[in-house]
């Protein structure tokens, strides 16, 4: 598992969350967003095109060594300010109140604890800011959702602990924020991995 999870897992994520699969949900997701953002599950960087100029600095989480590695030629190209802000976003070692603004695409299906990512994305963002997140989930559909449930041990292992049951609204809701709007829908692809939600918290 240990090089299938640095070398061969971020090929195939990369390639997944293509522009060309994702691009419009990415730019929506992040559209807007200015000051100082912090991203977890920062991946192989695939949000970096679409962030605004306004955005000053951007702060990343990834425990990947091989995402990270891969994405170093798009950290190349952001505007502004990049640094890296560890490697766990279930434990930020970075101080209460320091962001303007959270992003979290395509993470929260496979943190550990999502929960406890959140609470901690809560407590540094500044009062007022803004949670961002686009993520795939459990679709509404009881058929569907009857396949992901199936299919999710399989699951957690190809694709290095992804889950297809979760829900992130739910989730997002229990854990210290207020979702202010939501966009769902099956995107194109196979149903039980393309039902998508892009929201907004504060």
Same mark, same amino acid.
């Given at each position: 598992?240990?090089?299938?999870?640095?070398?061969?897992? =971020?090929?195939?994520?990369?390639?997944?969350?293509?522009?060309?699969?994702?691009? &419009?949900?990415?730019? &929506?997701?992040?559209?807007?967003?200015?000051?100082?953002v912090v991203e977890?599950?920062?991946?192989?960087?695939?949000?970096l095109i679409f962030y605004p100029t306004?955005?000053?600095? /951007?702060?990343?989480? #990834?425990?990947?060594?091989?995402?990270?590695?891969?994405?170093?030629?798009?950290? @190349?190209? +952001?505007?502004?300010?990049?640094?890296?802000?560890?490697?766990?976003?279930?434990?930020?070692? /970075?101080?209460?109140?320091? +962001?303007?603004?959270?992003?979290?695409?395509?993470?929260?299906?496979?943190? =550990?604890?999502?929960?406890?990512?959140?609470? @901690?994305?809560?407590?540094?963002?500044?009062?007022?800011? @803004?949670?961002?997140?686009? #993520?795939?989930? /459990?679709?509404?559909?009881?058929?569907?959702?009857?396949?992901?449930?199936?299919?999710?041990? +399989?699951? &957690?292992?190809?694709?290095?602990?992804?889950?297809?049951?979760?829900?992130?609204?739910?989730?997002? #809701?229990?854990?210290?924020?207020?979702?202010?709007?939501?966009?769902?829908?099956?995107? =194109?692809?196979?149903?039980?991995?393309?039902?998508?939600?892009?929201?907004?918290?504060?």
């Amino acid at each position: 598992m240990g090089l299938y999870r640095r070398y061969l897992a =971020p090929i195939l994520v990369d390639t997944a969350c293509s522009p060309k699969a994702l691009g &419009k949900w990415r730019a &929506k997701c992040v559209e807007d967003l200015n000051g100082e953002v912090v991203e977890i599950g920062f991946g192989t960087g695939r949000n970096l095109i679409f962030y605004p100029t306004a955005v000053t600095s /951007l702060t990343a989480v #990834e425990p990947s060594a091989g995402m990270r590695q891969r994405g170093a030629k798009r950290i @190349e190209g +952001f505007a502004g300010e990049f640094h890296w802000g560890g490697l766990d976003g279930q434990h930020l070692d /970075l101080d209460d109140n320091s +962001f303007d603004a959270a992003v979290v695409t395509f993470s929260l299906c496979t943190i =550990p604890d999502p929960a406890l990512a959140l609470h @901690e994305l809560r407590r540094v963002v500044r009062p007022g800011g @803004e949670l961002r997140v686009l #993520e795939h989930g /459990l679709a509404p559909d009881p058929a569907i959702a009857k396949w992901q449930h199936r299919l999710d041990p +399989f699951e &957690k292992v190809i694709a290095d602990g992804c889950h297809l049951t979760r829900d992130c609204v739910a989730l997002v #809701e229990a854990n210290g924020w207020t979702v202010t709007s939501k966009y769902q829908r099956f995107a =194109p692809g196979p149903k039980p991995w393309s039902y998508l939600t892009s929201l907004r918290a504060n």
